[in-house]
C-alpha cells in the first residue's frame, strides 16, 4: 500500500522564482493537508484542501497556493520565491470521514533550496 | 487556539537509559495529542496518539506517553534508549475530523554508546 508520494524531493531556485511541489495522497485519503518545516522547527500549517477546495488556511502570504485534482492529488505553488522560503515542505493526507483523532499520514517532503 | 510547547531542543542519553521527551500543550477545547518521529531526511512518522480512551498510551517502538490533564502535560518515555531512537521528536495537538496539527519545535534525542 502506496503512502504519501511527493515530488520532486530536492529543488534548488533563485530568489523571484515560481515552484510548483505536487504530492499523491495515501490510497483512501481525501484530504491533503501542507506543512512547512524550516531548519530547526517544527512543521507550520499552510492549508488544507478537500473535494478541491481550500477548506482551511494557516498564517501564510497568497504566493503561496494550492490546487486539489479530481483523483484527491495535491499541488502546492509559491511565486516569488524569497530566501526565507527555503525549507522542507510535508504533504500530510488523511480521511474526512473518520470523526476520531484526526491521524496525519506525511510524505517524506521536499527539500526546497531558495538562492 | 492550540499549542504545544517541547522543553529541551536537544536530549542526550545513554544507550539502555531512560528516554523522557516533554511535552506541555494549550487547548480550549478537550484535545488530542500525538508524538511523531522524524528520522534525517525522511517524513514524519506516528509513534502514538492520545485520543481519550486511556491515559496511558503505548505507541510503537516501546514508546510510551501519558496524558496529564492536571498538568496539561503528555511526555514521552522509553524504558531503555536504543542506538536507532536517534532522531527528532514532534508532539503535537488537534481535534476532530479535519482539523490540523499543531507542532511543538520538536526535540533531538542523541543517544551515545
Known amino acids: 500500500d502506496a503512502g504519501v508520494t511527493q515530488s520532486p524531493t530536492h529543488l534548488i531556485k533563485t530568489r523571484g522564482q515560481q515552484v510548483t511541489l505536487r504530492c499523491s495522497p495515501k490510497s483512501g485519503h481525501d484530504t491533503v493537508s501542507w506543512y512547512q518545516q524550516a531548519l530547526g522547527q517544527g512543521p507550520q500549517f499552510i492549508f488544507q484542501y478537500y473535494e478541491e477546495e481550500e477548506r482551511q488556511r494557516g498564517n501564510f502570504p497568497d504566493r503561496f497556493s494550492g490546487h486539489q485534482f479530481p483523483n484527491y492529488s495535491s499541488e502546492l505553488n509559491v511565486n516569488a520565491l524569497l530566501l526565507g522560503d527555503s525549507a522542507l515542505y510535508l504533504c500530510a493526507s488523511s480521511w474526512t470521514g473518520y470523526s476520531g483523532a484526526n491521524v496525519l499520514t506525511f510524505g517524506a517532503g521536499s527539500r526546497l533550496t531558495v538562492l | 487556539a492550540q499549542s504545544v510547547t517541547q522543553l529541551g531542543s536537544h536530549v542526550s542519553v545513554s544507550e539502555g537509559a531512560l528516554v523522557l521527551l516533554r511535552c506541555n500543550y494549550s487547548s480550549s477545547v478537550p484535545p488530542y495529542l500525538f508524538w511523531y518521529v522524524q528520522y534525517p531526511n525522511q517524513g514524519l512518522q506516528l509513534l502514538l496518539k492520545?485520543?481519550?480512551?486511556?491515559?496511558l498510551v503505548k505507541g510503537i517502538n516501546g514508546f510510551e506517553a501519558e496524558f496529564k490533564k492536571s498538568e496539561t502535560s503528555f511526555h514521552l518515555t522509553k524504558p531503555s534508549a536504543h542506538m536507532s531512537d536517534a532522531a527528532e521528536y514532534f508532539c503535537a495537538v488537534g481535534g476532530t475530523g479535519y482539523s490540523t496539527l499543531t507542532f511543538g519545535k520538536g526535540t533531538m534525542l542523541l543517544v551515545s554508546p
Open positions: 492520545y485520543t481519550s480512551a486511556a491515559t
